[in-house]
């Protein structure tokens, strides 16, 4: 079992670099649109790169759905393997003295 762990940790960090930058790019660009929708009182056209940025709508219609499948994929094994290395540190701490 310690090998798969070992293993997952090292894909974990390998991929981090790749998923990262899109991530960031999609959490900064949406959360971004939504405040100043909401609270900065710009209008939809106003904040419309934003949208752009977040969805990856600029990477064209074929882009863009690689960029939101890629996105998602990323996500899910970041939060489902960093989840797992999670579970094993904290099973390390309840068993050992």
Sequence with gaps: MTNFFLMLRRWHERLAPF?????????????????LRDWGGLSRDQAHLLLVLHEGEWLGPRGETVYVLLNGLGLLWMLCSGGLMLLQKLRKQTTSP
């Excluded at 998923?19 to 959490?27: A, E, R």
Aim: glycine share 6%; hydrophobic share 45%; net charge positive.
């Design 19 to 35: 998923v990262i930058t899109p991530l960031m790019l999609t959490v900064i660009s949406g959360t971004s649109y939504r405040l």
